[in-house]
């Protein structure tokens, strides 16, 4: 039989097998989409959206999460609000575990702790997003060197911080994902707002997931970029309730003509962090709208 042949058997056979998939509260989805079984840990989670990649990682099934920010008090106030949601979630397992861990990712020994504690309690990291991270808004001139360096020491000496940690742990354990948080300002500048150092540092964080992903590419460890666009958190809301200038101006500059949820970086987070990108690394998802297109 020719080998074509053999082929176009084999697909209609596949055809007609059952699709595999496996329900993880939040429906039917792929099972390489699924968190379930996942150990994950996420910076700057206690709001924003550090605490929607959680929600998300929570409605795909993980069970195992670790809630890390600023202060300890909000970190484990979200991660007991999340602990709830998924308990009343009817398709969602008896154990539950979501803990919430004091970390200032601009100090490399914070870092450490915090990752000690997520072993201490869990055995092992699966998936890590360094999502921690500040914008502020001064024009070059009259940027202060502290704030600069403040700005700089979070965004991105506390992504490499906390990417190199999650390696460290993960390595030994055969692998897993880690996703560094920039921006679509890593590609492009924008307007009317001033934010030369924020620019450049989400620039660097972009940088830096590729050159850690080569590094690291075959100890099993994948190192991928999710990059928002302009998304209306609770902050960006508060900021535009008294400026819907500005507002209508990044409506205006986004071909899709609207600002994003924070909800619509749910697949993207999820896809990066779990099984189904298994063989990207070094890659940036943008999440923009189509801003960076024009």
């Known amino acids: 039989m020719a080998l ?18 496996m329900s ?18 996420v910076t700057g989670a206690a709001r924003g959206l550090g605490y929607e990649f959680c929600r998300a ?41 979501i803990i919430g861990i004091e970390c200032d990712v601009s100090s490399e020994r914070s870092v450490q702790k915090a990752f000690g504690e997520v072993m201490s309690t869990f055995g092992r990291v699966d ?10 808004n001064y024009s070059a001139f ?20 906390t990417a190199r940690e999650a390696a460290r742990n993960m390595i030994p354990q055969g692998g897993g994902s880690i996703v560094l948080v920039a921006s679509m300002s890593a590609n492009i500048v924008n307007i009317p707002q001033p934010q030369t150092p924020y620019n450049a ?51 205006s500059l986004t071909p899709m003509g609207k600002m994003g949820d924070p909800e619509d970086l749910s697949g993207a987070i999820v896809f990066l962090a779990s099984d189904a990108s298994s063989f990207m690394t070094g890659s940036e998802i943008r999440v923009d709208g189509g801003y960076c297109v024009i």
């Open 4 to 21: 074509s042949r053999i082929a176009a058997l084999q697909f209609k056979n596949a055809l007609r097998q059952p699709a595999r998939f």
């Open 24 to 41: 993880t509260g939040a429906g039917k989805t792929l099972p390489s989409f699924s968190m379930q079984g996942k150990v994950c840990m």
């Open 57 to 97: 990682f929570v409605q795909s099934g993980c069970t195992s999460l670790a809630i890390v920010d600023l202060k300890e008090e909000e970190a484990k106030t979200a991660a007991a609000e999340l602990e709830l949601f998924a308990r009343t979630d009817n398709d969602a397992p008896e154990k539950v575990n």
């Open 127 to 136: 998936s890590v997003v360094a999502s921690a991270g500040i914008v502020e």
């Open 142 to 161: 009259d940027y202060p060197f502290d704030r600069i360096k403040r700005l700089y020491d979070i965004n991105v000496h506390g992504s490499f911080f």
């Open 201 to 251: 540092s989400k620039a660097a964080v972009k940088h830096m997931a590729s050159s850690l992903a080569v590094e690291w590419a075959k100890k099993g460890v994948r190192v991928n970029v999710l990059s928002p666009g302009y998304m209306l958190t609770k902050l960006t809301k508060t900021i535009l309730a008294h400026d819907q200038e500005l507002k209508k101006t990044w409506e």
